[in-house]
């Protein structure tokens, strides 16, 4: 809802994540996963690559050392790493 966030009218995940409110966050994650918690972010997108929690937290999380899996619509669990492959249909991305 922050509109300082946006460019060109769509979510600049750069801006996000220069935000207090989003390191609030991500720190409360951290500590539940180092605490030894599993702890699921949920959503109603099917495909993982096309949610913007993998995009947005979950390239977060990684950068930070934390394990990241997705849960697929068929139940099968995704490594963060072959989610970030199948949006990049295997290129190299340039950002």
Request: charged content about 25%.
């Amino acid at each position: 809802s922050d509109p300082t966030c946006y460019t060109d009218g769509n979510v600049d995940y750069g801006k996000v994540r220069e935000r207090n409110w989003f390191a609030e966050g991500l720190a409360r994650l951290e500590t539940g996963w180092r605490e030894g918690h599993r702890i699921a972010i949920m959503c109603a997108e099917a495909a993982p690559e096309r949610c913007h929690r993998t995009k947005l937290v979950g390239e977060a999380l990684i950068a930070q050392g934390i394990l990241v899996a997705h849960i697929d619509a068929n139940g099968v669990i995704v490594s963060h790493e072959a989610v970030i492959a199948r949006l990049h249909r295997g290129q190299i991305p340039l950002f």
